[in-house]
């Protein structure tokens, strides 16, 4: 689609010359039956996903009757067969009527626009639904009493997971965002690791009830899928995270630059800030670094790095904040 709405809008802004030739023409009638047959295909699986899903039929059902009725104005716009007639008994064309040319591409852009946002909301939907089949199957395995049950409910499971493995993977996919796709990657990768944890970990604790390191390796598992379920949801979603909390630089090095003056303005005024400020605005951006330590994009060599750099700058503020609590 992307290739054709170049082309409309080459068409769009074409000079108008007092002579086309018949070559142009004919490119000009091309484009146009390629951008309806596009349309086409486009609309046809905007409307088997409105017979799949109800409660979107009815807007669906619309944006698609939208962009077929804009994809046929643009064919019919560019119908011209003869450089001696552009325009055959009284109809518009392309070279006669621009504006609605105009028209019929806005309509398209914006029906199209709308049956990829309704789709996106489908592809959303499932992957939410998809999550809490997940998290209803994992309270049922957190809470039975035999290894046996256990591997019943866990066989289930098994299959949600890889349904959701797969809705995720498709998304993780689509996204353009590059952060985003390194936290999609990274969540899902705990998921997996954790699946396979899972077993174990509650293995040992029903056959070792009163051992109390089994049961805080257990919860341990648990806990971590539940944390990367609710991260995949936030990535899919756009949502942030405790909407109270304190509202960090767009970017590590932003972050690293406003740190680094707070420091530095301890030199002018030393009562300015408080320590507790100071060890706040470094854990934000220790928070800021899971993003790179916790992608599968990151090597283990460079994930270490990050994580004792970390380790060395708490250090280091700590003895700032000794030296300055006896200046």
Same mark, same amino acid.
């Given at each position: 689609m992307d290739f054709h709405v170049l082309q409309i809008t080459t068409l769009i802004n074409h000079k108008d010359k007092p002579k086309k030739t018949e070559r142009t023409l004919r490119a000009i009638q091309k484009v146009g039956q390629a951008v309806s047959i596009a349309v086409g295909r486009f609309v046809t699986v905007g409307e088997a996903i409105a017979v799949e899903?109800?409660?979107?039929?009815?807007?669906?059902?619309?944006?698609?009757?939208?962009?077929?009725?804009?994809?046929?104005?643009?064919?019919?716009?560019?119908?011209?067969?003869?450089?001696?007639?552009?325009?055959?008994?009284g109809r518009a064309t392309i070279f006669s009527d621009k504006t609605a040319m105009v028209k019929a591409a806005r309509m398209l852009l914006s029906s199209v626009t709308k049956v990829l946002v309704l789709a996106d909301r489908i592809v959303i939907k499932q992957i939410i639904t998809s999550r809490n089949k997940v998290l209803v199957t994992l309270d049922q395995l957190e809470t039975v009493s035999s290894f046996q049950e256990f591997v019943q409910i866990f066989s289930h499971f098994g299959n949600e997971m890889v349904e959701f493995a797969h809705l995720t993977g498709d998304r993780q996919n689509d996204l353009?965002?590059?952060?985003?796709?390194?936290?999609?990657?990274?969540?899902?990768?705990?998921?997996?690791?954790?699946?396979?944890?899972?077993?174990?970990? /509650?293995?040992?604790?029903?056959?070792?009830?009163?051992?109390?390191?089994?049961?805080?390796?257990?919860?341990?598992?648990?806990?971590?899928?539940?944390?990367?379920? =609710?991260?995949?949801?936030?990535?899919?979603?756009?949502?942030?995270?405790?909407?109270?909390?304190?509202?960090?630089?767009?970017?590590?090095y932003s972050g690293i630059k406003h740190f680094?003056?707070?420091?530095? /303005?301890?030199?002018?005024?030393?009562y300015a800030l408080t320590p507790?400020?100071?060890?706040?605005?470094?854990?934000?951006?220790? =928070?800021?670094?899971?993003?790179?330590?916790?992608?599968?994009?990151?090597?283990?060599?460079?994930? =270490?790095?990050?994580?004792?750099?970390?380790?060395?700058?708490?250090?280091?503020?700590?003895?700032?904040?000794?030296?300055?609590?006896?200046?």
């Open positions: 899903n109800e409660e979107l039929k009815e807007e669906m059902g619309l944006a698609c009757f939208e962009a077929r009725r804009a994809g046929d104005a643009i064919a019919q716009l560019t119908d011209v067969v003869s450089a001696e007639q552009p325009e055959l008994d353009k965002d590059e952060k985003k796709k390194a936290r999609m990657a990274a969540a899902r990768a705990v998921l997996e690791k954790c699946t396979m944890m899972l077993l174990t970990a /509650s293995k040992t604790c029903l056959r070792h009830p009163d051992c109390e390191s089994a049961r805080i390796n257990k919860d341990a598992v648990f806990h971590r899928m539940r944390f990367a379920l =609710e991260q995949v949801i936030e990535i899919v979603t756009d949502a942030r995270p405790g909407g109270d909390a304190q509202v960090l630089p767009v970017n590590i680094k003056g707070k420091v530095e /303005s301890l030199r002018d005024e030393l507790e400020t100071l060890h706040s605005h470094l854990e934000g951006i220790g =928070e800021q670094t899971q993003d790179f330590t916790d992608s599968a994009y990151t090597s283990h060599e460079h994930r =270490e790095s990050i994580l004792q750099l970390c380790h060395a700058a708490r250090q280091e503020l700590q003895q700032v904040v000794c030296d300055w609590t006896y200046a």
